[in-house]
Protein backbone atom coordinates (compact mmCIF):
# COMPACT_ATOMS: atom_id res chain seq x y z
CA UNK A 1 0.00 0.00 0.00
CA UNK A 2 0.74 3.31 -0.70
CA UNK A 3 -0.56 6.79 0.27
CA UNK A 4 -2.76 7.88 2.80
CA UNK A 5 -6.78 8.24 2.79
CA UNK A 6 -6.50 11.12 0.40
CA UNK A 7 -4.48 9.62 -2.52
CA UNK A 8 -2.88 6.53 -2.76
CA UNK A 9 -3.39 2.84 -4.05
CA UNK A 10 -3.48 -0.93 -2.79
CA UNK A 11 -2.75 -4.21 -4.32
CA UNK A 12 -4.76 -7.19 -2.85
CA UNK A 13 -3.56 -10.62 -3.33
CA UNK A 14 -4.77 -14.13 -3.00
CA UNK A 15 -3.77 -16.79 -1.06
CA UNK A 16 -1.49 -18.25 -2.99
CA UNK A 17 0.27 -14.85 -4.04
CA UNK A 18 -1.80 -13.69 -7.50
CA UNK A 19 -3.16 -10.36 -7.84
CA UNK A 20 -6.68 -10.35 -6.49
CA UNK A 21 -7.61 -6.37 -7.46
CA UNK A 22 -5.94 -3.27 -7.89
CA UNK A 23 -6.90 -0.40 -5.94
CA UNK A 24 -5.95 3.41 -6.47
CA UNK A 25 -7.88 6.28 -5.22
CA UNK A 26 -7.36 10.22 -5.31
CA UNK A 27 -9.44 13.31 -3.54
CA UNK A 28 -11.52 13.54 -7.15
CA UNK A 29 -12.37 9.49 -7.72
CA UNK A 30 -10.83 5.98 -6.67
CA UNK A 31 -10.73 2.73 -9.04
CA UNK A 32 -10.76 -0.70 -8.30
CA UNK A 33 -9.17 -3.10 -11.53
CA UNK A 34 -9.35 -6.80 -10.90
CA UNK A 35 -8.71 -9.39 -14.04
CA UNK A 36 -9.76 -6.96 -16.99
CA UNK A 37 -12.42 -4.97 -15.64
CA UNK A 38 -12.04 -1.39 -14.09
CA UNK A 39 -14.51 0.23 -12.05
CA UNK A 40 -14.65 3.96 -11.16
CA UNK A 41 -16.26 5.45 -8.31
CA UNK A 42 -16.70 8.95 -6.36
CA UNK A 43 -14.53 8.12 -3.23
CA UNK A 44 -12.55 5.84 -1.86
CA UNK A 45 -15.23 5.43 0.94
CA UNK A 46 -17.40 4.51 -2.04
CA UNK A 47 -15.04 1.75 -3.32
CA UNK A 48 -15.00 0.11 -0.25
CA UNK A 49 -18.36 -0.05 0.45
CA UNK A 50 -19.11 -1.86 -2.93
CA UNK A 51 -16.17 -3.98 -3.32
CA UNK A 52 -16.52 -5.14 0.56
CA UNK A 53 -19.93 -4.87 0.77
CA UNK A 54 -19.45 -2.89 3.91
CA UNK A 55 -18.44 0.07 4.94
CA UNK A 56 -14.85 0.86 7.27
CA UNK A 57 -14.01 3.60 8.08
CA UNK A 58 -10.91 4.85 6.24
CA UNK A 59 -9.33 7.94 8.60
CA UNK A 60 -9.09 5.15 11.02
CA UNK A 61 -8.16 2.03 8.52
CA UNK A 62 -4.84 3.79 8.11
CA UNK A 63 -4.60 4.77 11.77
CA UNK A 64 -4.70 0.65 12.18
CA UNK A 65 -2.19 0.29 9.55
CA UNK A 66 0.20 2.26 11.08
CA UNK A 67 -0.04 0.74 14.32
CA UNK A 68 -2.08 3.26 16.00
CA UNK A 69 -5.23 2.07 17.90
CA UNK A 70 -8.21 4.91 16.62
CA UNK A 71 -11.54 4.91 17.33
CA UNK A 72 -14.67 5.21 15.00
CA UNK A 73 -18.55 4.60 15.48
CA UNK A 74 -19.64 1.27 16.25
CA UNK A 75 -15.42 -0.34 15.50
CA UNK A 76 -13.26 -1.78 18.27
CA UNK A 77 -9.74 -2.61 16.34
CA UNK A 78 -6.93 -4.80 17.97
CA UNK A 79 -3.55 -3.36 16.61
CA UNK A 80 -0.99 -5.33 19.76
CA UNK A 81 -0.13 -7.88 16.90
CA UNK A 82 0.92 -4.51 14.64
CA UNK A 83 4.25 -5.76 14.69
CA UNK A 84 3.64 -8.96 13.45
CA UNK A 85 1.86 -7.97 10.75
CA UNK A 86 -1.65 -8.99 12.05
CA UNK A 87 -4.49 -6.39 12.82
CA UNK A 88 -8.34 -7.07 13.34
CA UNK A 89 -11.17 -4.64 13.77
CA UNK A 90 -14.37 -5.58 14.90
CA UNK A 91 -18.12 -3.51 14.40
CA UNK A 92 -20.82 -3.81 16.68
CA UNK A 93 -22.88 -1.14 15.32
CA UNK A 94 -24.71 -1.06 12.88
CA UNK A 95 -25.97 -4.74 12.91
CA UNK A 96 -25.21 -6.53 11.04
CA UNK A 97 -21.73 -6.85 12.55
CA UNK A 98 -18.56 -7.28 10.83
CA UNK A 99 -14.96 -8.41 11.43
CA UNK A 100 -11.83 -6.95 9.39
CA UNK A 101 -8.59 -9.13 9.68
CA UNK A 102 -5.61 -7.68 7.88
CA UNK A 103 -2.49 -9.49 7.34
CA UNK A 104 0.29 -7.32 6.25
CA UNK A 105 3.30 -8.45 3.90
CA UNK A 106 6.35 -7.69 5.32
Do not use: C
Not at 22 to 32: E, F, G, N, P
Not at 39 to 65: M, Y
Amino acid sequence: MTGNANEGGLTLYTPIGGTAAVLAWSRQDASVTSKSEMRHFSSLNELIDQVLGTSIPVEALFAWLAGTNASAGGWTADVTDHAKGRITAQRSTPLPPAELRIVLEK
